[in-house]
């Protein structure tokens, strides 16, 4: 399978995610145990595949600048795991906003565009619903993360 091939196949399945998590879950609650369980799983099985037969142990040392990461992902199964890595922590993110979003009464329609950001440019999003969070909460630290 080409790099090519698994960057488009990830991607369209990390679509249907975001689809499902947009769409269905102001209907189906639970929708993110789905999420989790199917489209995240295989997301982090193909990324454990493309680094476990991509990347050499002897490299871990290029994480610890610029030009040595840019040269990881000149290997274009590293750069497609980098992109699963990608898609897998954003639907991660967007399952998350979703249910912080329930546990602080924070309206779908309200979260929507926050979880289109998500999906588009990942901390964006995130910055948003944060944003949204507080000025609905007016309180930013306490139970932050659950």
Do not use: E
């Not at 399978?1 to 196949?9: E, G, K, N, R, V």
């Not at 799983?41 to 600048?65: C, E, H, M, R």
């Amino acid at each position: 399978m080409t790099p090519d091939l698994i960057f488009q196949l990830c991607s369209s399945i990390a679509a249907v995610g975001w689809l499902l998590l947009i769409i269905g879950s102001p209907v189906i609650v639970d929708i993110d145990k789905f999420l989790v369980a199917v489209i995240i799983t295989l997301l982090a099985i193909v990324y454990a595949w493309l680094i476990t037969s991509s990347f050499n142990p002897a490299d871990i040392k290029k994480f610890g600048s610029l030009d040595g990461v840019m040269g990881l992902f000149q290997n274009k199964l590293l750069l497609t795991a980098g992109w699963v890595h990608y898609l897998a922590f954003d639907l991660v993110t967007g399952i998350w906003i979703k249910r912080n979003s329930l546990k602080y009464g924070i309206s779908h329609w309200l979260v929507l565009p926050c979880l289109i950001f998500t999906f588009l440019l990942g901390p964006v999003g995130l910055l948003l619903y944060l944003l949204i969070r507080f000025i609905k909460s007016r309180n930013y630290f306490a139970a932050n993360y659950n």
